[in-house]
């Protein structure tokens, strides 16, 4: 090492940095190996690099709370700090929206399995009712036939007791419990949507855990195209709005 001149190592940095094979870490290595390096290391030319490959906007531009004679060195240090400061506050919010749109996720389940729960039991009263219903009509029918007094007299009193006509009642109930078919349905279906946006959130936040440095922005993809769709739809909402009105 010490038969090679200062400015073929010098040389070797300065190719290392250009084509970005050398960062700020792998200046801190080299400048720990021996003091030559150490002093070559921490050159200002290097670290001018350096700053205008990772910090592009002002690194030519001392910070305010650094003296103005202070070292390239010095420079990329302190913006390394800011930089870090900063994305250890994005990670934070990041973390935070995901969370809350996990919890929201969440609720929004428990709502639609509620309802679920409703439709099914309110499906099985209608059931149940329907049932009831259909052997008053059975027994109004038999009473038109011979039969044993026993089973007649039976038969009799079940239709007596019914305050409503079984014919319209039946109806009736035919179309609710159809009804709570279609609901049940579309409430499954929609409680898989976002089961589905539930688990994608919940993957998402773990990738933002694992990974605390990275960039993050306002709005993730999956959730700027719910915003995307949720703009077109209103779009079609308010072109079918003025094409009522015209008409």
Not at 44 to 70: A, C, E, G, I, Q
Not at 183 to 194: A, H, P, T
Request: glycine residues 2%.
């Amino acid at each position: 090492m010490s038969l090679l001149p200062e400015e073929l190592w010098r040389r070797i940095l300065e190719i290392g940095i250009e084509n970005r094979s050398f960062n700020y870490k792998t200046l801190c290595c080299i400048s720990i190996t021996c003091r030559r390096l150490g002093r070559l290391s921490a050159e200002d030319p290097l670290w001018n690099r350096l700053l205008s490959n990772d910090f592009p906007l002002n690194h030519n531009v001392t910070p305010s709370s650094l003296p103005s004679s202070s070292s390239a060195k010095s420079i990329y240090k302190f913006r390394f700090e800011r930089d870090k400061e900063r994305r250890v506050a994005a990670h934070r919010r990041a973390v935070l929206r995901k969370e809350s749109q996990v919890a929201e996720h969440s609720r929004r389940l428990r709502a639609i399995e509620t309802r679920i729960n409703q439709e099914t039991s309110k499906m099985r009263e209608t059931v149940a009712e329907l049932s009831n219903l259909r052997r008053v009509r059975y027994a109004s029918v038999a009473l038109n036939v011979w039969q044993p007094e026993v089973v007649r007299g039976r038969q009799k009193q079940m239709v007596e007791q019914s305050v409503v006509p079984a014919e319209s009642r039946i109806h009736a109930l035919e179309m609710e419990l159809r009804l709570c078919r279609q609901q049940i349905i579309g409430l499954e279906m929609f409680y898989q949507e976002e089961k589905r946006r539930h688990d994608t959130a919940k993957e998402e936040l773990e990738s933002i855990n694992y990974h605390p440095v990275q960039e993050y922005n306002a709005v993730t993809a999956t959730e700027n195209g719910h915003i995307v769709k949720r703009k077109k739809l209103k779009r079609c909402n308010s072109s079918n709005e003025k094409q009522c009105k015209a008409s």
